[in-house]
């Protein structure tokens, strides 16, 4: 079955540095979605991606984030100064289409931890 | 606002016991429900899904009611294995984008 895949499974960076989150979404899927979960709290919407742009986003997603589908394959999340509270697992996700009973896909997450 | 409320966790059963996690949620006009899990030191994973009211979302065992009425979207299943052990997330979704997410379930099973 496709899946969604996310590189690196684990990423450590230093307070102020850019991180570049990287996925790969099921090849015939259009919407693609970023979820984050700090450790030991719920599930956060950050932003969702259709037709090479932002269709929402959440509080969260300010402007030390970014999207990127620099291809026709990945979809990346950018994080340009990293914070403490950045710390958290980022989960991609992908669907086929926009609506609501459209199920999301995930992959694994990586694991982002700032120090 | 649209919300998901989970009972809360660790539930711990014994292998072959009765499981219900329950979920209820609040929402303007009509999501559809969605359960994920993950299992230790792996992603989310799609369960079973509902889309709209009386629907029934059945998966490996597990099966949930959309119940309108009462807002809820129950989790069970009749015999647990100890590989059922993981984390269990209720979720909504509207038209919109964005899925609303339950804190979470952590299930223990014991042989």
């Known amino acids: 079955e496709p899946e969604v895949t996310q590189t690196p499974s684990h990423q450590v960076t230093q307070m102020g540095q850019e991180v570049i989150l990287r996925c790969v979404p099921i090849?015939?899927?259009?919407?693609f979605y970023w979820y984050r979960q700090i450790l030991g709290q719920k599930v956060e919407f950050l932003v969702s991606?259709?037709?090479?742009?932002?269709?929402?986003k959440s509080e969260i997603f300010d402007d030390q984030f970014s999207v990127e589908r620099p291809d026709g394959s990945n979809f990346t999340l950018k994080i340009r100064s990293t914070k403490l509270e950045d710390s958290a697992m980022y989960f991609c996700?992908?669907?086929?289409?926009?609506?609501?009973?459209?199920?999301?896909?995930f992959g694994n997450g990586t694991r982002l931890t700032v120090t | 606002g649209n919300s998901v409320t989970q009972m809360e966790g660790p539930v711990t059963l014994s292998e072959e016991a009765f499981l219900t996690i329950n979920c209820t949620y609040t929402?303007?006009?009509?999501?559809?429900l969605f359960w994920y899990v993950q299992y230790p030191g792996e992603g989310l994973q799609l369960l079973l899904k509902?889309?709209?009211a009386d629907d029934k979302g059945s998966n490996k065992g597990f099966e949930a009611t959309y119940r309108k009425e009462t807002t809820s979207f129950h989790l069970e299943k009749g015999s647990v294995q100890v590989s059922d052990s993981a984390v269990y997330f209720c979720?909504?979704?509207?038209?919109?984008?964005?899925?609303?997410w339950g804190a979470g379930t952590k299930l223990i099973i014991k042989p």
């Open positions: 509902a889309t709209k």
């Open positions: 929402a303007t006009g009509y999501p559809s």
């Open positions: 090849s015939n899927h259009l919407y």
């Open positions: 979720a909504l979704r509207r038209s919109n984008y964005q899925l609303i």
């Open positions: 991606f259709y037709n090479n742009e932002i269709s929402e």
């Open positions: 996700a992908s669907s086929e289409e926009g609506t609501g009973n459209s199920p999301l896909h």
